[in-house]
């Protein structure tokens, strides 16, 4: 038997998961792999609604095969940037003028990472996510290549290129805690563990709920 995250069809079963009538049933199951990555004191504030300030943006989650699995990439922002200097992210950014959610995620991982947009398919969308610290509601996109790219990472967004096997996203081993510090506040924070690399928040919700569409998928 083929190992599901080494199968070729899983990208046709996400399709549609993802697009099919029901995904809206398979969105508000995706729900509870938000939960599992969810801060304390977050208080559910970023399922919204958000409010009409907030800025549209768009992140990327790109399958493509790597050593016989399928992987997807994050990226290790450098300590130079002005926001989110050393976190870990999803390719993606704020949607220009003009452009659709879908164009924003292709053109920010083109940008980002060096892959042309014209060779990705996109298999659909998971639910939006607010991100309420910095008033942004983004929009994560799904979508694969049937080979590993060539990664040209701008240097100016992109320290490293991380890239995840998708079952480590159901390795509940994975999942750790740290004590994080706002203020004179101090609270526990989930996240998924990738090598020596911490991926919390936003990122590891939104990675959370595709765990969770993933295991609706059905492949022998």
């Known amino acids: 038997m083929i190992s599901f995250f080494a199968s070729p069809r899983l990208p046709s079963e996400l399709r549609q998961r993802l697009q099919a009538a029901n995904s809206e049933k398979v969105r508000h199951r995706g729900a509870s792999g938000r939960t599992r990555f969810e801060a304390e004191l977050s208080y559910g504030r970023h399922w919204g609604p958000a409010p009409s300030s907030a800025y549209p943006a768009a992140v990327l989650m790109l399958l493509y095969p790597r050593d016989g699995r399928w992987h997807l990439p994050l990226t290790l922002r450098p300590q130079t940037m002005a926001a989110h200097a050393g976190q870990v992210s999803l390719p993606g950014g704020a949607i220009e003028t003009g452009e659709t959610s879908e164009q924003a995620a292709l053109r920010e991982l083109e940008e980002e990472l060096g892959v042309a947009s014209t060779e990705i398919q996109l298999l659909g969308s998971l639910s939006p996510f607010y991100v309420f610290v910095t008033n942004y509601l983004v929009t994560p996109w799904v979508g694969f290549l049937d080979h590993e790219p060539e990664w040209v990472p701008d240097q100016r967004e992109v320290a490293e290129v991380i890239q995840l ?56």
């Open 165 to 220: 096997p998708l079952d480590r996203l159901q390795e509940p081993v994975a999942i750790e805690r740290y004590l994080r510090r706002a203020g004179r506040i101090d609270f526990e924070v989930p996240f998924l563990r990738v090598g020596e690399h911490r991926v919390w928040g936003a990122t590891s919700m939104m990675l959370g709920e595709f765990a969770a569409v993933l295991a609706e998928c059905d492949i022998a």
